[in-house]
């Protein structure tokens, strides 16, 4: 049950890796397990650091740490989501973008209710670093280039090395770094057409991202806990410019037609809702 349980949560994690303006970190964090997973993968890091030094005995003994039986199953529910939703999401996305962006505003929205608990005392510092945090990832996540047509396979490695960094971090979404690098619908592509070439240099460029920031956010959140969590808040805040009234993120689309006003309302009140009852239940687990 524990490893059926990991493998629901990674594909949850992995269903909101499609959409761009939502993170997987943000379902781990409603989840109950975001620390968990961000010191499993710090861990994991570690031991793949010490074996690209060719520090075998090293490498081994570290392996031996990792939480396999916790991220082995989460992973491959992430990636089972992102194979079988890629073409349904693209779908929604093109069809229903406002109502799309809707639900997943109503998500993170409720996403920034948990984070904010999580923090243990607020102080002008912890406010003003999430008024920043917001301010700027408001700014930034208005920008966008052009598609990129027919990129180059180095392209795809560093786009698998910057996504990644923002899959991990609620409130920032890897799709749509996607979307500003010009990957989105090349990486897209790859993954609806099974090129394996690509988008397994898509992943070795993730592994490499991830390996080196993991270690760097593992330690924040251990000695900087509630500054870490009220910049992510911060993040999430900035985000929602993505979702609504902006499903793409640039092009201001209305909020809903004049006749249906209230659909993009009742789909946002549903995810918020979705994440209260989610969050109940998913406090910091161990299994």
């Known amino acids: 049950m524990p490893h059926l349980l990991n493998l629901l949560r990674g594909f949850l994690m992995g269903s909101a890796d499609v959409v761009p303006g939502v993170s997987g970190g943000t379902i781990a964090l409603v989840l109950g397990i975001y620390e968990r997973l961000v ?21 081994l003994q570290r392996a031996r740490t990792v939480e396999w039986n916790f991220l082995v199953p989460l992973l ?3 990636g089972l989501a992102i194979v079988s939703l890629a073409a349904l999401i693209e779908h929604f996305l093109e069809e229903e973008p406002t109502n799309t962006a809707a639900v997943f505003f109503g998500l993170v ?29 408001f700014a930034v996540l208005g920008l966008r280039s052009e598609e990129i047509t027919d990129p180059s396979t180095i392209l795809f490695f560093v ?8 899959m991990i971090l609620p409130g920032i979404s890897g ?10 619908e090349a990486v897209l592509a790859a993954v609806t057409d099974r090129d394996l070439l690509v988008v397994g240099v898509f992943l070795v460029g993730a592994v490499i991202g991830l390996a080196a920031f993991s270690t ?6 251990r000695d ?24 793409d993120g640039t092009d201001t689309a209305n909020l809903a037609s004049p006749s249906e006003p209230l659909v993009p309302v009742v789909l946002a009140v549903i995810g918020f809702a979705v994440v209260m009852v989610i969050a109940r239940s998913g406090k910091p687990s161990s299994q």
Not at 40 to 59: C, D, H, Q, W
Not at 159 to 166: E, H, K
Not at 224 to 247: C, E, F, K, Q, Y
Request: charged share 10%; aromatic share 8%.
């Open 39 to 59: 010191h499993a993968i710090r861990t994991g890091a570690s031991a793949l650091g010490s074996l690209v030094r060719g520090r075998f005995g090293e490498a």
């Open 159 to 166: 786009a698998g090395a910057i996504a990644i960094i923002a």
């Open 216 to 221: 760097f956010l593992d330690r924040m959140l």
């Open 109 to 137: 929205a409720g996403s920034i209710l948990v984070a904010w608990r999580l923090v243990g005392r607020w102080g002008n510092r912890r406010v003003g670093t999430a008024v920043a945090v917001a301010v700027i990832a």
């Open 224 to 247: 900087h806990h509630d500054t870490v969590m009220a910049g992510l808040i911060g993040l999430m805040a900035g985000s929602l410019r993505v979702l609504w009234p902006w499903p």
């Open 76 to 78: 491959a529910g992430i």
């Open 175 to 184: 799709s749509f770094i996607l979307l500003m690098l010009g990957m989105y």
